[in-house]
T-cell receptor, first 112, second 113 residues
Framework: KNQVEQSPQSLIILEGKNCTLQ??????????LRWYKQDTGRGPVSLTI?????NTKSNGRYTATLDADTKQSSLHITASQLSDSASYIC???????????FGRGTSLIVHP | DTEVTQTPKHLVMGMTNKKSLKCEQH?????MYWYKQKAKKPPELMFV???????INESVPSRFSPECPNSSLLNLHLHALQPEDSALYLC????????????FGPGTRLLVL
């Protein structure tokens, strides 16, 4: 059964600090892994997408890593801003399937 | 244009009403999706259209009826809904295939009374 597990479930940090969110996935055959940011009551916005051959991808202050051997991914946020407060969702897809597997998300709160 | 638009933003309906949610994209994507999302939960896939044909129905009750009039539009017709159907309904699109990023719309917040 395909599964995506994220940790921590929630995280509170001070503005300007860095943080790292974790994602473990069991998806076979693996195709790609994406990180989305979702503000409350809004649709998810794509941050990064990585295939098995990529191990790092950056998008501004967001850097995602992928270890296809251990089936782990992380999302690192540098110099956090208040606007980073949101839910961060890890999504893994298997080859040839339209049905992605969503993690439950990490709720990030950035305090001033 | 990398935008997926959805209307209405909010919808309140009674259990006997008939309403429709609309989704539009002009990115030339050939796959379009409907998701349902409850508070503090990940989106749940409902339907997938590929090249304007329904390719996946995730055992969704018949009170939800999707329609794809053309490659840019996706509708979700609602009839005789239950209060537990209240949720955020998200539309997404992608180039065909699972390797492509799905672009999500802002969602329609639905409340069934």
């Amino acid at each position: 059964k395909n599964q995506v597990e994220q940790s921590p479930q929630s995280l509170i940090i001070l503005e300007g600090k860095n943080c790292t969110l974790q994602c473990n996935y069991t998806v076979s055959p693996f195709s790609n892994l994406r990180w989305y940011k979702q503000d409350t009551g809004r649709g998810p916005v794509s941050l990064t997408i990585m295939t098995f051959s990529e191990n790092t991808k950056s998008n501004g202050r967001y850097t995602a890593t992928l270890d296809a051997d251990t089936k782990q991914s992380s999302l690192h946020i540098t110099a956090s801003q208040l606007s980073d407060s949101a839910s961060y969702i890890c999504v893994a897809s298997s080859g040839g399937s339209y049905i992605p597997t969503f993690g439950r998300g990490t709720s990030l709160i950035v305090h001033p | 244009d990398t935008e997926v638009t959805q209307t209405p933003k909010h919808l309140v309906m009674g259990m006997t009403n008939k309403k429709s949610l609309k989704c539009e994209q002009h990115m030339g994507h050939r796959a379009m999706y409907w998701y349902k999302q409850k508070a503090k939960k990940p989106p749940e896939l409902m339907f997938v259209y590929s090249y304007e044909k329904l390719s996946i129905n995730e055992s969704v009750p018949s009170r939800f009826s999707p329609e794809c009039p053309n490659s840019s539009l996706l509708n979700l017709h609602l009839h005789a809904l239950q209060p537990e159907d209240s949720a955020l309904y998200l539309c997404a699109s992608s180039n065909s295939g699972s390797r492509e990023t799905q672009y999500f719309g802002p969602g329609t917040r639905l409340l069934v009374l």
